[in-house]
Every structure is written in C-alpha cells, then in structure tokens.
C-alpha cells in the first residue's frame, strides 16, 4: 500500500509539473528602464538582454513568459505577495537580498562605477566628491554603498525610481555624478550621444559586501522547484549557444564573468 501511494505521489507529482508547463505561464518581474538590459522601444515593445534571456529561459522550460513590468524597488514586494513569479531584472545577488528572496546563480556580472564629466579625477577615497551631488538608484546595490560609504564623507546622495531619470539630472547640471552597475553605465549612457562629455572616473567597485556575486534571477523563500528549473536553463543555454548569441546583440565582450 505504501509504495502505491509514493507511486501515486510520484505521477501526481508529474502531472502538476507538466501541467504548470502546458497551462501556466512564468510571470517575470522586470524594470523595462534599464538599457541595455530592459528598455521600451518608441512602439512600446520591451527589449534588452534581461528579456532576451528570459524569454530563451522560458522557452528553454517549454513555459510561457508573462511579464509584469514595474520599478525596481515594487519588484521584491510582488514577489512576496505572489503577484509575479520570479524577478528577471539585472538584480544582485547579496546576502542582504538573500534574507528576502532565494537566487539561481548568476546570469552575468558587472561590477560598480561612478561616471563624471570629462577630465573629472576621483581617488580611491573620493576626497574629490566632498560637498558634490551624486544619483544612484533606489534599492540598489549602489544605493546601499551611497548610503554606507559616501555620504558619511559628506557627499550628498540623491535617489531616483529609474536609470533615466539620473542620467536627465546629469545632464541638466543637478548632479555631478551618477553611480551604478558599469555594463548599463557604459552601453547605456556613456556609448550614446547624450553621454558623450562623460567618462568613467575613481576605482571600479567590486566589494562582495556591496555589490554581491552578480545578477541572478530571484524566487520566492523556499522555491527550490522554481529555482533549480531556472539554473538547469541557464546552464542550457550556455551549453547550446544560445546565451552567448543573445549576449552578442548588445556587448562585444563576455559579461558572464569568471
């Protein structure tokens, strides 16, 4: 009778698996204001790296992709209250996030750095940033460093909802600086028009204890299921190619890291 019923538990256990797959689609949280990696186009259509792999993901686990756009700092919260499913937005794996959320492991890596007009000169101790204006985003890794590490130096912090609202603010002279992931930084603002009288300046930040283990795709606490699938896709998809054509249609390096 035992083994009837583990026998029962087994297949019932692959009906609900393949009916997930057949009849439920994946809801993905994403910001779709963070080039390269989420962005709209004039038409209203989400594209970038984030919605790229997503997708491949999806169809990778024979699941449909829904995604449910919102700003970066809701994304935890509907994760929490089951409004979405998993959170694919370029989000740091911390260990501080990891008392919130599970993680796959990484998607990519992209370390931190502060971006100032030409010929701008920051050391290592950002003495040059004392009574300056720096933008960084809410709820991010960076903002944390602001937090943590600048403002107690006396640099005056200044928090946005999107990356495109710093980079107006820039431009308009409020701020001096802006402080965010290098990949987005750099394809995003420094590498167009706008961004071209800004430059990269001071050390490029990598500390652990900020700026985490790199971007990974978040599930809700105990989601073992839900994880694993994804990590075994990810895995996929840097197997058969796929990861590495899509990477190919935004960067002209390897932003996987080591």
């Known amino acids: ?31 779709a204001a963070y080039p390269p990696f989420a962005y709209k186009t004039p038409a209203g259509q989400i594209e970038g790296f984030d919605y790229d792999i997503g997708n491949a993901l999806c169809e990778e686990m024979k699941v449909k992709c829904q995604w449910i756009e919102q700003e970066f ?16 937005s370029s ?20 370390p931190a750095r502060l971006a100032m007009k ?22 991010t890794t960076t903002d944390r460093f602001a937090t943590e590490v600048l403002e107690p130096k ?16 820039l431009l308009s002279g409020r701020l001096d600086a802006v402080l965010a ?5 750099n394809e995003g603002f420094l590498k167009t028009d706008n961004g071209k009288d800004y430059e990269f300046v001071g050390p490029v930040l990598k500390d652990p204890h900020y700026f985490g283990e790199g971007a990974g795709i978040a599930v ?39």
């Open 91 to 110: 989000m740091t794996i911390t260990d501080e996030r990891r008392k919130s959320v599970d993680f796959t492991h990484k998607y990519y890596y992209s």
């Open 154 to 169: 006396g640099v005056k912090v200044v928090r946005y909802s999107t990356q495109n609202e710093i980079y107006l603010d």
């Open 1 to 31: 009778m035992k083994k009837i019923v583990l026998l029962g538990g087994i297949a019932l256990s692959l009906v609900a698996s393949s009916l997930f797959a057949a009849d439920k689609p994946l809801r993905l949280g994403i910001e």
């Open 181 to 185: 992931d290098a990949f987005p930084l």
């Open 73 to 88: 700092d809701g994304l935890i919260p509907s994760l929490k209250v089951k409004k979405v499913d998993a959170i694919l």
């Open 118 to 139: 030409k010929g701008s000169a920051v050391s290592d101790d950002f003495a040059q940033l004392v009574g300056k204006t720096v933008g960084t985003q809410r709820s």
């Open 220 to 258: 809700r606490k105990g989601d073992a299921e839900l994880r694993d699938k994804l990590d075994a896709a990810i895995t996929a998809l840097r197997a058969n190619g796929t990861y590495q054509k899509i990477q190919a249609k935004y960067f002209d390096f390897d932003i996987y890291g080591d």
